[in-house]
């Protein structure tokens, strides 16, 4: 049992079901991160943790007490909106300790609690304006501070970043990271951005569908998805998927997939268990930063298997330059070094790093495991 | 090129801007004409009138129509002034105005903001009542009223002037509520703010517009209102009701004077609603419906 268990959840409206016995345990200090596409259902599962929607069948519980039919205001969490929703009749004071005064508290406590949070969250100079008057990045920090002056047991936070610029996103994203550091608070978190995803949580559930699609820690995630749409969904650019099919040779298994000209290269495979798909089609994952020039290539892997192909295009973006290239039928991406002397329509010698390759069922596009 | 052409514009505008006023100018002397005339009349004895020139100013000036028409005109049988009527009109006109759109506020944040099954059905029927016309519902209203026990009193004129009234309250404010972040009001149940303070202390705030354009519209109908004022004014007949029987009176000498002061009397308080929110009237009006 977690400190929030959602058990079973569903939620429909009407005959439709837009979340399907979702089931989750989060502990006591973690930030989980909820993440997927536009329409998956993860603002409806938060609204459902907050008690602004209703529970169609299974248990939401906190601390063990669960409260599908608890009023939000009871529930003892605090819920920071995508649009911030500030009051826009109130001074920035006024917003913070709204819920406070609604709560019963007495004003001194109030005025104390007020000074901390703003101290915390540097808005001091603030209090006495109205939310017209701020800044996005501003607006952010109150609507955190009317969360925070609160002291929950849970946070929710639904798309807060997505408002504010590319730049105050990142500085907001640290800080919020931060605060979850400091405070060990615990917090479930909405997003549709995979960064944010990666670098904030303690654990990531990937949504799609109105189902949980993979529940883990963000490396979990990254190294081992649990199928195609969770491999390609996390990671930037995305994971190459191609068809390839599994052939056995000096009783190892390899990839075997039509290069750029159509003559079919064999890769090595790092997992024996793949031996059992000998001869049958796979959709083969093979993420970007696996396939670099020959230097490029990590140095730890057990696994380096050389490919000679051509060079589609090139993209140059700084500290890497980016390749594709025709592979099993598909495009490909690979991650070079800056330096590496790539042209396009070159052939080139590739190396690939295929102890971080993934075989998947092409049926049902769930990961091959032992 | 991109000179000459910048040239012409700010000459075009210059003339167009010209030719617009004009023509504005012209349409607002067209529209005072009857004001001019009224006021005018009613400034001058009844002789000047009857002399034939209704559109010259008086040669003499005298406030005499005016004190008539308010403190000693015959009205009906009394010669009582349009004074009490006048009275009654304030004391029908506040509380069904103030009862109108308050209720219509609240059916507003409940059409939005706290749906429930039907609510659309609720609110059709609602506006349906906006395009009744009155003379269907006088039978049906007389018989209410009058098992209210309401009948010929101003608390039945302002229940009358309510229920017709809360369509039109009730369209402006759920138009308006419709584009209020309904974020905001679940920010405000988190926080612990009832169903009567997520309303007082969150929607009202920022009501101001539209509740200035359901108070404008609500003090004209109402005030202006004849039909219901005849039917079911009794013994406290409007404003407007009085001012009718000022003038058609078939007995004596026509003051048209006395009638025109009494006529500006009856339309002064509208004027004066107007002049002092009419600025946000428009404004009001259009963030209803625009955002919508
Ligand atoms: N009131 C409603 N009636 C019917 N379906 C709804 C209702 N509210 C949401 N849905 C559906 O539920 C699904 C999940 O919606 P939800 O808002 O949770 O998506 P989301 O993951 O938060 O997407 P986004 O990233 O766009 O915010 C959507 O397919 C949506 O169409
Ligand atoms: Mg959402």
Known sequence: ?370 | MSVATQDTAVRTGRVTRTFIYVFLLLFALFYLMPLFVMLANSLKPLSEITEGNMMALPKVWTLEPWAKAWSSAQIGVEPTGLRPYFLNSILMVVPAVAISTVLGALNGYVLTKWRFRGDSILFGLLLFSCFIPFQIVLIPMAMVLGKLGLAGSIPGLVLVHVVYGIGFTTLYFRNYYAAFPTELVRAAMIDGAGFFQIFWRIMLPVSGPIAVVSVIWQFTNIWNDFLFGASFGGQSQPMTVALNNLVQSSTGVKEYNVHFAGAILAALPTLLVYIVAGRYFVRGLMAGSVKG
């Not at chain 1, 300790?97 to 001091?124: N, S, Y």
């Not at chain 1, 002291?151 to 929710?156: C, E, I």
């Not at chain 1, 917090?187 to 569908?209: F, N, W």
């Not at chain 1, 396009?344 to 993934?358: S, V």
Request: with cysteine.
């Open chain 1, 1 to 370: 049992m977690g400190f929030l268990d959602i058990r079973n959840a569903t939620k429909a409206y009407g005959n439709v079901e837009v979340l399907h016995r979702v089931d989750i345990a989060v502990e006591e200090g973690e930030f989980l991160v909820l993440v997927g596409p536009s329409g998956c259902g993860k603002s409806t599962l938060l609204n459902m943790i907050a008690g602004l929607e209703t529970v169609t069948s299974g248990d939401i519980a906190i601390q063990g007490r669960v409260i599908n039919n608890v009023h939000p205001s009871k529930r003892n969490i605090a819920m920071v909106f995508q649009s911030y929703a500030l009051y826009p009749n109130m001074t920035v004071a006024q917003n913070i300790t709204f819920g406070l005064e609604m709560h019963g508290v007495p004003k001194a406590e109030r005025a104390r609690a007020l000074e901390d949070v703003a101290q915390l969250l540097q808005i001091d100079h603030l209090l006495d304006r109205k939310p017209g008057q701020l800044s996005g990045g501003q607006r952010q920090r109150v609507a955190m501070g009317r969360a925070l002056v609160r002291d929950p047991d849970v946070f929710l936070f639904d798309e807060p970043l997505s408002n504010l610029d590319a730049k105050l996103r990142v500085d907001m994203r640290t800080e919020i990271k931060k605060l979850h550091q400091k405070l060990g608070r615990t917090i479930v978190y909405v997003t549709h951005d995979q960064i944010e995803a990666m670098t904030l949580s303690t654990r990531i559930a990937v949504m799609y569908g109105g189902h949980v699609q993979q529940l883990g820690t963000p490396k979990d995630i990254y190294d081992a998805p649990e199928n195609v749409f969770v491999a390609t969904f996390m990671g930037s650019p995305a994971m190459n998927v191609m068809p390839a099919k599994v052939r056995v040779a000096d009783g190892v298994p390899h990839a075997a997939l039509a290069d750029a000209e159509g003559q079919e290269v064999l890769l090595r495979f790092s997992q024996p268990h793949l031996a059992a798909w000998d001869g049958r089609d796979i959709l083969l994952g093979i993420r970007p930063e696996a396939i670099t020039d020959p230097d490029g290539a990590d140095r730890n892997s057990s696994n380096i298997e050389p490919l000679r192909n051509r060079i589609g295009v090139t993209e140059p973006a700084g500290a890497d330059t980016f390749v594709t290239m025709t592979l099993g039928g598909k495009d490909a991406i690979g991650r070079m070094r800056a330096d590496a002397q790539v042209a396009a329509g070159e052939m080139f010698d590739f190396a690939i790093n295929m102890e971080k390759a993934i075989a998947f069922d092409p049926q049902t596009e769930a990961r091959i495991k032992p």
